[in-house]
């Protein structure tokens, strides 16, 4: 049992968080992998351990796979901190989770050498029950397909009686199409001169019609043989595997004519002689289709179908032959698996994320937009963080918690409730969090200020990817609009931060003329935020929302250059709202703004 655990191929299931994702997001990706890791690991060896006996089910679904962390953005400042800190890796980049190519089931068909003799390559079709055939080189690249139809054409062109010369057939493929014995010659020359001839007629009429080079078919006939050589023939064939004499032997060696004894008759040598030609006289070279595994297989469909080419070979990254897929292969593409962490709305998921076999859903957001075609097991609580409900399966399934994991799940509360200053943080993350510095050795606030702190050292960062670092956009009804939070332990901090990222909002605006969005710059001390209100009517809908709660409102103007939108408009007002109290988007912007536009 314990060996068929070992060899048995494990299915990869992601867990990952949204797009631009926060220190949550990856903390819980990190930290639900490995306790999924561990559960599998658990599994597999109660079942090593049953000695034959059924287990559950459920049981040997769980050992069957395993779990890796992934991110669906680029890291911030403060996430790639909390990593370094506690030793991890960052996590696998992926932004799409559409099937690849790699996910179909590729046909390992072995590829062929140039050389190899059209018969040869159709015993080969025959035996793997296959259509084509790929031609490689070396140094495993392609260098051309051969199919099932190239070979029947061949025999049609093979009444050309000199294209056996003309494509340059060697003679071992010669011999091994003919099961002929060679008494005279180099098995590894080529046949590349001349015609092939049956010796029919008596010796006086061959010498007017067998020219140097030759291929001459013929019999046990010594006249025949003897004609054949000094008319200046480059191979005689002789069938039924009759007896040829020294003196012929000797003569064709002095001539330079090859001699092959076949056991085939007359007939059936003319008839099968042109199977001996190679492959490269066929094979496709130009045009060929060919896809790499990490393609996407919605990019390579409508490609499939429309072609005519029934197989088409798959490459790795480093341009080597891998196998052969077809548009059957689409049938029983099997759908990658995924587990979503914080987050449960589609826009926030990585792309494709329709074609993907959701698994498990963790959050603590409201429901979003997301549907799944079969039910999935969904835990959504009302607690400031993710990582805090991570923490809590951890201790319902008797995993233990490591210094480092505790490290993360750590860094993830106190970055979501702002160490504990968010109206969103509960009493279990304040538990979960205490539990948690325990056993990483840490004092919360301390190691709070220190993260926040390097999380707002954005010197070396581009306005575009502080704005992006904390980003998410919102669908309500016909409504969009997006929100990026940037937070600090420094209100001065905020303000070169708002400088910094003006440029970039002008030339947004200018690009995106119809969109809202907003920044979102809260200072953690303080417990406040200003809301920068960039696009039309954005600044009238936040007017709307925190009517009740700005404490001021300023319009910032744009420079003096900005111009116009490239709707040739003028850039709408740039209002900024002083909201005291609001540090979380999730539990207080958000909702203000849901409520504004439900009137």
């Known amino acids: 049992m314990g060996m068929t655990m070992q060899t048995q191929k494990k299915t990869k299931i992601y867990v990952v968080g949204h797009k631009n994702p926060d220190t949550d997001s990856i903390c819980s990706a990190i930290a639900y992998a490995n306790l999924k890791n561990a559960l599998a690991t658990r599994a597999e060896q109660l079942m090593e351990c049953s000695m ?16 890796v962390a992934a991110r669906a953005g680029q890291l911030n400042a403060e996430t790639t901190f909390v990593l370094s800190q506690f030793h991890q890796r960052i996590p696998h980049y992926l932004n799409n989770i559409g099937t690849r190519v790699s996910d179909m089931e590729i046909h390992r068909v072995p590829g062929i050498h140039r050389d190899m003799s059209l018969k040869k390559a159709w015993e080969m079709m ?83 019609y067998i020219q140097p080079g030759d291929m001459v078919i013929t019999g046990n006939r010594y006249e025949s043989q003897l004609s054949a050589i000094e008319s200046g023939a480059g191979c005689i064939v002789v069938c039924l595997g009759a007896a040829v004499s020294k003196s012929i032997r000797r003569l064709a060696e002095q001539h330079g004519c090859t001699v092959l004894v076949t056991p085939y008759d007359t007939y059936r040598v003319a008839r099968q002689v042109s199977q001996a030609m190679p492959v490269s006289a066929f094979m496709k070279t130009e045009g060929l289709k060919v896809f790499h595994e990490k393609d996407y297989t919605d990019d390579i469909k409508d490609v499939m179908m429309s072609s005519r080419t029934r197989d088409f070979a798959v490459l790795d990254k480093d341009d080597h032959y891998v196998g052969l897929i077809s548009r059957r292969n689409f049938l029983g593409i099997k759908k990658r698996q995924i587990i979503l962490v914080d987050h449960n709305e589609r826009s926030q998921a990585v792309d494709n994320i329709e074609t993907a076999v959701i698994l498990e859903i963790i959050d603590h957001h409201r429901i979003g937009s997301l549907e799944t075609m079969e039910p999935v097991y969904f835990r959504n609580e009302p607690i400031g963080c993710t990582a805090s409900i991570v923490y809590k399966i951890y201790r319902e399934r008797n995993v233990e918690i490591s210094p480092d994991i505790a490290g993360l799940l750590l860094s993830a509360i106190l970055s979501d409730t702002l160490i504990f200053r968010s109206p969103t943080c509960t009493e279990f993350d304040r538990h979960a969090a205490e539990d948690l510095a325990k056993i990483a050795g840490l004092d919360p606030e301390q190691y709070g200020a220190q993260m926040f702190e390097a999380g707002s050292d954005l010197k070396a960062k581009t306005p575009e990817e502080i704005f992006y670092q904390d980003y998410k956009r919102f669908e309500f009804g016909e409504t969009f609009f997006s929100v990026s939070q940037i937070s600090s332990m420094s209100s001065a901090e905020l303000g070169r931060i708002q400088k910094k990222v003006m440029p970039f909002l002008e030339r947004h605006m200018k690009e995106q003329p119809k969109e809202k969005f907003y920044v979102v710059l809260t200072d953690i001390l303080r417990s406040s935020s200003r809301l920068l209100c960039v696009g039309p009517g954005a600044g009238a809908l936040a007017r709307e929302a925190f009517k009740n709660y700005a404490s001021s409102e300023q319009t910032i103007p ?13 850039l709408p007002e740039l209002i900024a709202l002083e909201l005291p109290g609001m540090v979380s988007r999730k539990k207080q912007l958000i909702p203000h703004f849901i409520e504004a536009l439900n009137g």
Do not use: C
């Open 558 to 570: 744009w420079p003096a250059k900005a111009g116009k939108t490239s709707q040739d408009e003028p």
């Open 126 to 208: 025959a035996s793997l029950n296959v259509v084509t055939l790929p031609v490689i080189r070396e140094d495993q690249t392609l260098e051309g397909m051969i199919t099932i139809n190239d070979i029947a054409l061949s025999y049609m062109q093979g009444q050309d009686s000199q294209l056996l010369s003309k494509v340059h057939t060697s003679y071992r493929n010669i011999l091994e199409t003919l099961d002929a014995e060679m008494l005279v010659g180099d098995p590894e020359a080529l046949y590349e001169k001349g015609e092939v001839e049956i010796a029919t007629a008596a010796p006086e009429v061959m010498e007017e």
């Open 52 to 67: 034959g006996e059924a287990v559950d089910p459920s049981v040997l679904q769980e050992a069957e796979k395993y779990f």
